[in-house]
Structure formats: C-alpha cells, structure tokens
C-alpha cells in the first residue's frame, strides 16, 4: 500500500499571502496524484488530478505540481473561501487508494 | 447535472449491519465505476471499495474484506454499500464517489453511528 504523507499538518496564512502544501508519496506514484479541499460538514471537492490539472471551476490562482513522490499544491493569494483542509490522494497503484492525512489552512 | 443522493442517517448497535443507498442521475449509470469512501471524525478519507457498475465486479480494500459488501442495481442508477459486525470505529460518514480514478463527483455523505 502506497502511503501519503502530508506536510505540514497546520499552516497558518494571511489572507493575500502566499500557501505552499506538500504531499509525499512512500513510492513513486508517477502523476497519478489528486488534490482536494474540504469545507466542514462537506464531501472533499477535487482541485486537481493528474497532479497538475485543474478541475472544472478551480480558481486559477490554485497549482499543482510535482512528479514521482514528491508534489506540492500552492494557493497564491489566499482568499477567505480557501482556508479549508486538503488531502491529496493518489491512484498510481490500487487497490486501495489512498489518501494523505491531511493539512488544515488556518487563517493567521 | 451529475448528481448523487445518499440514504439517511443510521444509528447501529455494536455488531450489527448498516445498507447505504447512492442513487445516481445526471449520466449512464454503467459507464462510470463507483466507491465507497468513508471519513471518521477528524480523519482522512479511507478507501473502502469500488464497483463496476457494468458488470458487477467488485473490488475492496483488505481493511473491510469480508465485512463490506458493494452491490448496484442498474434500473435504478443506484449502488449499495452494505457494512457488517460493526463496531465504534466504524462511526464516520459514508460516500459514494464515481470513479475517475480520481473522485469527482461525491454524495453528500451519509453519518452511520455505531453505539451501544
């Protein structure tokens, strides 16, 4: 089983500034990565697959990036709506898929 | 639009079984496989299981073999997720999610209370 690994596992941001999240894989998952971010009481949205892709109506100010084990989703001006948490979760090799245990993006 | 209605909440004793109802519309049903993936408070998403909603072929993950069982019926664009010998760690919300590999479309999550 591939194992995701999330850091870190609190950022605090300003609103305006810039977050970089990270997600490490314990093989290589090639691009089979996804991101996506979850409100309280909400499903996960999917942001990204194919680690770089964005998803239907994903602000532009959201990129992925990375390959192999290593990828990073970065928000470049946090606006209010963004401070959620994310997960990412990789489909390289299932059964099962897995998820990394997630990072909360707090307001500073 | 896609969407995916969930059954209600469920509260079970120790030991027994919950059945979750997804009911798609929006899209063929048969061309899309569904998961399941379930959220224990303040945890990460866990991958329980996955259907082809065509045929019928199941896939699980080791976590809930021979506990989990994930069933379609294709007339009513609706797929099942059936858990047994439940216990308090299997208090979480339960979704369905279609498959992309990557999970676009979610329900809207069904809470299952498992308590004495």
């Known amino acids: 089983e591939v194992v995701m690994t999330q850091s870190p596992a609190t950022l605090s941001v300003s609103p305006g500034e810039r977050a970089t999240l990270s997600c490490r894989a314990s093989?290589?998952?090639?691009?089979?990565l996804a991101w996506y971010q979850q409100k309280p009481g909400q499903a996960p949205r999917l942001l990204f697959y194919g680690a770089s892709t964005r998803a239907t109506g994903v602000p532009a100010r959201f990129s992925g990036s990375g390959s192999g084990t290593e990828f990073t989703l970065t928000i470049s001006s946090l606006h209010s709506e963004d401070f959620a948490v994310y997960y990412c979760q990789q489909y390289n090799n299932w059964p099962p898929y897995t998820f990394g245990q997630g990072t909360k993006l707090e307001i500073k | 639009q896609v969407q995916f209605v969930q059954s209600g909440p469920e509260v079970k004793k120790p030991g027994a079984s919950v059945k979750v109802s997804c009911k798609t519309s929006?899209?063929?049903?048969?061309?899309?496989?569904l998961n399941w993936v379930r959220q224990a408070p303040g945890q990460r998403p866990e991958w329980m299981g996955w259907?082809?909603?065509?045929?019928?072929?199941?896939k699980y993950s080791q976590n809930f073999q021979g506990r989990v069982i994930i069933t379609r019926d294709t007339s009513a664009s609706t797929a099942y997720m059936e858990l047994s010998s439940l216990r308090s760690e299997d208090t979480a919300v339960y979704y369905c999610a279609r498959e992309d590999h990557w999970f676009e479309y979610w329900g809207q999550g069904t809470l299952v209370t498992v308590s004495s």
């Open positions: 929006g899209y063929t049903f048969i061309n899309f496989a």
């Open positions: 093989q290589s998952v090639s691009r089979n």
């Open positions: 259907i082809n909603t065509g045929n019928g072929n199941t």
